[in-house]
C-alpha cells in the first residue's frame, strides 16, 4: 500500500485515478496482470481483475480487490465525477466504451500518471538494477569470447540471450542490437544474417531482464585493424559521453548533459551525425521517462538522487559505420554511479 499512498497527494484536479497500464499496476501492487482496474482516491483504492487473477489478487493485493464488471466498476466510481485516465494507454475505443458506461463521470486525460513516482527508483529497485546491470556486463563479455570470423550477426544476440537465460535473467531488454561494419551506422539496426569479416566494427547493444528490471548498455569493439576515421569517432564520443557522466549530480538540468555532448561533437565538426537524444529513464521499462534531449519537454527537470537513466550518444555516418557508449547511472545526493566497467 505505501505506492499507492505516496499515489495519494499526486492527485489534483480530479477526484480520482484509473490506473491500467500493466506496469504501472505492477508498480503499484505487485502483482503482474496483463489486464485491471485500480482506482485510486484521497480515500480508498480499489483493485478490478478478472476471474483468472481474483484469487491470487484478494490474497496479495495492498487493496481491497472486487471481480472487473460493471456492477464493481460502479460501485468504485459511484462518489466519483471527475476521474483521471492514462491517455498514453488508454485507447480511444476503451475511451468511448467507459464514457458511455458512466456518463455521470467526465472522464480527464493525464498522460502517464504513475511517471512522477516512478522516476525516483528505491533500494529494492536499485539493486533489481544492479543486478540486470551486471549479468549485461557479463553477457556482452560472453559475446566477445564468440566472436570470430564467419559468426553472424543473429547467432550473436541468440547466444546473449541463451547465456543470459541460463544465468538467471527471466528476458531480454530489448531484441539485441549486434551490428557488423556498416551495418552499425543505423541506431536500431536489427541482427540479422551478416557475417562478421576481418577488421570490422561490432556494434553490440545489448540488455537483460533481472527481478522485472532492465540492464541497456553499448559499447563497440574493433575486431582486427580498425578504420581511422571510426577510431576518431570513438574518441569524440567516449569523450563527450565521459564529460556528461561527469557533470550528473542533483540539481543539474537534463537537458544540459545533451548540451554538452552536442557541444563537444560541434567543435569536431559531427553534431549532424548525432542522431537521437542522449538518454533514457530506464526501470520496469527499457525507455521510460525521462528523455534527456537539449530540446525536448523533460529539458528542464531537474536531477534528484534516485534517477536512473542511460548516457548513450553516437556518431553515424552511412557507408562507415556508428559508435555509440552507453552506461546506466544513478543519481546519487553528491553525483552519480555507474552500473558498468568504464572500458570493454
Known amino acids: 500500500m505505501d505506492r499507492i499512498q505516496k499515489l495519494i497527494p499526486l492527485i489534483s484536479g480530479v477526484d480520482g485515478w484509473m490506473i491500467e497500464e500493466p506496469e504501472d499496476l505492477y508498480y503499484l501492487t505487485g502483482l503482474t496482470l496483463s489486464t485491471g482496474s485500480l482506482f485510486v482516491s484521497s480515500q480508498t483504492a480499489l483493485l478490478c481483475v478478472d476471474g483468472r487473477y481474483f484469487a491470487k489478487a484478494a490474497q496479495e493485493a495492498p487493496c481491497p480487490?472486487?471481480?472487473?464488471?460493471?456492477?464493481s466498476l460502479r460501485?468504485?466510481?459511484?462518489?466519483?465525477?471527475?476521474?483521471?485516465?492514462?491517455?498514453?494507454?488508454?485507447?480511444?475505443?476503451?475511451?468511448?466504451?467507459?464514457?458511455?458506461l458512466f456518463p455521470h463521470v467526465e472522464w480527464v486525460p493525464l498522460p502517464n500518471p504513475v511517471k512522477q513516482l516512478r522516476l525516483?527508483?528505491?533500494a529494492h529497485e536499485i539493486a533489481?538494477?544492479?543486478?540486470?546491470?551486471?549479468?549485461?556486463?557479463?553477457?556482452?563479455?560472453?559475446?566477445?569470447?564468440?566472436?570470430?570470423?564467419?559468426i553472424s550477426e543473429e547467432e550473436a544476440a541468440?547466444?546473449?540471450?541463451?547465456?543470459?537465460r541460463?544465468?538467471?535473467?527471466?528476458g531480454l531488454s530489448f531484441e539485441p542490437i549486434i551490428a557488423f561494419g556498416e551495418n552499425s551506422a543505423y541506431p536500431h539496426h536489427r541482427a540479422g544474417k551478416t557475417r562478421l569479416q576481418k577488421n570490422q566494427l561490432v556494434l553490440i547493444d545489448i540488455g537483460a531482464i533481472v527481478d522485472r528490471y532492465r540492464g541497456d548498455m553499448t559499447r563497440v569493439f574493433f575486431f582486427g585493424t580498425p578504420d581511422p576515421r571510426l577510431v576518431h569517432f570513438?574518441?569524440?564520443?567516449?569523450?563527450?559521453?565521459?564529460?556528461?557522466?561527469?557533470?550528473v549530480k542533483p540539481g543539474v538540468k537534463l537537458g544540459e548533459l545533451d548540451r554538452i555532448v552536442r557541444e563537444e561533437f560541434r567543435k569536431e565538426n559531427v553534431e549532424e551525425l548525432y542522431t537521437h537524444s542522449l538518454g533514457h529513464g530506464i526501470g520496469l521499462e527499457?525507455?521510460?521517462?525521462?528523455?534527456?534531449?537539449?530540446?525536448g519537454e523533460d529539458r528542464d527537470l531537474k536531477l534528484k538522487p534516485g534517477m536512473v537513466f542511460t548516457i548513450e550518444p553516437g556518431l553515424y555516418q552511412p557507408g562507415l559505420g556508428g559508435i555509440r557508449y552507453e552506461d546506466t547511472v544513478l543519481v546519487t545526493p553528491t553525483g552519480c554511479e555507474n552500473f558498468y566497467p568504464a572500458s570493454g
Not at 541460463?166 to 527471466?170: E, I, L, P, T, Y
Not at 570513438?234 to 559521453?241: F, G, K, L, T
Request: charged share 25%; proline share 1%; with cysteine.
Open 120 to 122: 525516483i527508483k528505491d
Open 286 to 295: 527499457t525507455h521510460e521517462f525521462p528523455r534527456i534531449k537539449e530540446s
Open 128 to 150: 533489481a538494477l544492479k543486478k540486470a546491470a551486471h549479468l549485461t556486463w557479463k553477457g556482452y563479455q560472453w559475446i566477445l569470447s564468440l566472436l570470430k570470423e564467419g
Open 166 to 170: 541460463q544465468n538467471g535473467a527471466s
Open 234 to 247: 570513438q574518441e569524440i564520443v567516449c569523450r563527450a559521453q565521459k564529460k556528461a557522466v561527469a557533470h
Open 65 to 71: 480487490v472486487s471481480l472487473n464488471d460493471e456492477t
Open 158 to 164: 541468440l547466444q546473449f540471450e541463451i547465456f543470459c
Open 75 to 100: 460501485k468504485a466510481l459511484h462518489s466519483m465525477k471527475r476521474v483521471g485516465f492514462d491517455a498514453a494507454f488508454i485507447t480511444y475505443n476503451r475511451y468511448l466504451t467507459l464514457k458511455n
